[in-house]
C-alpha cells in the first residue's frame, strides 16, 4: 500500500472517528435530538456529504456510538473485576461499575441500550464488543455453572432495569446498594 493511500486511510478513520465522538458530545449536552447531520457537519467543520459518505443517517451514527460505549463497558468491566476473586466479590465489583457507567454517561447508555438500533444481542451477529461486555458477566460465575450465561444474562437484565429506573427517578437512589447486594446474593446463593 503506498504511502499517500495510508494517510487518506489514517485520515478517513479520523474523520470517522471525530463525527462520533461529536455526535457524543452533542447527545451529552443537548440530547439525542439535538443530533442532526446539519449540527454534525456544523460542529466537526465538514459538509453533510462527508457525513453521508461515513454514516447513511442519524441511525448509523448513533450504531457507532453505541459500539464504541460497547467497547468502553467492556474495559470498564474488566477494570472493576478484581483479579482472582470470590464470585460474589466479582459480581458486586462487576454490577457497581455497570451501574455507576451507565449513570456517569446517559446519553451513550441511551445509544447502547434504549434507542433503537441493528446492534443484535445473544445472536449469531452480535458485535465483539457487545460479547466481550456479556463475558465479563459470564466470567463472575464459577466455572461449573453450566448456566453462567442464564445467570449473566438475567444479571444484565436486571441491572438494565435497575439503570432505566434510577435514571428516570423511578426508584429512590437511596436503596441502589440495598437493590444491589439483594440481586447478587439471590443470584450468588442459587444452585447452578
Known amino acids: 500500500m503506498s504511502a499517500i493511500k495510508q494517510r487518506r486511510e489514517r485520515e478517513r478513520a479520523q474523520r470517522h472517528q471525530l463525527i462520533i465522538t461529536a455526535a457524543r458530545e452533542l447527545a451529552e449536552t443537548e440530547g439525542w435530538d439535538a443530533v442532526t447531520t446539519r449540527r454534525l457537519a456544523e460542529r466537526v467543520e465538514y459538509s453533510q456529504p462527508v457525513l453521508y459518505s461515513h454514516f447513511s443517517g442519524k441511525d448509523a451514527i448513533v450504531r457507532a456510538v453505541a459500539l464504541d460505549g460497547f467497547d468502553e463497558l467492556a474495559a470498564h468491566l474488566r477494570r472493576a473485576r478484581p483479579a482472582n476473586p470470590?464470585?460474589?466479590?466479582?459480581?458486586?465489583?462487576?454490577?457497581?461499575?455497570?451501574?455507576?457507567?451507565?449513570?456517569?454517561?446517559?446519553?451513550?447508555?441511551?445509544?447502547?441500550?434504549?434507542?433503537?438500533?441493528?446492534?443484535?444481542?445473544?445472536?449469531a451477529e452480535t458485535p465483539p464488543q457487545l460479547r466481550a461486555c456479556f463475558n465479563e458477566f459470564v466470567s463472575c460465575f464459577r466455572p461449573d455453572n453450566a448456566r453462567r450465561e442464564l445467570f449473566a444474562e438475567v444479571t444484565w437484565s436486571a441491572l438494565h432495569g435497575i439503570a432505566t429506573l434510577s435514571a428516570s427517578g423511578r426508584i429512590p437512589p437511596d436503596t441502589q446498594e440495598e437493590r444491589l447486594d439483594f440481586l447478587i446474593n439471590q443470584l450468588t446463593d442459587t444452585p447452578s
Do not use: I, N, S, W
Open 86 to 123: 470470590e464470585p460474589q466479590q466479582a459480581l458486586h465489583a462487576v454490577c457497581r461499575a455497570y451501574l455507576d457507567f451507565a449513570a456517569e454517561r446517559p446519553a451513550l447508555y441511551q445509544a447502547m441500550f434504549v434507542m433503537p438500533t441493528d446492534v443484535k444481542f445473544a445472536h
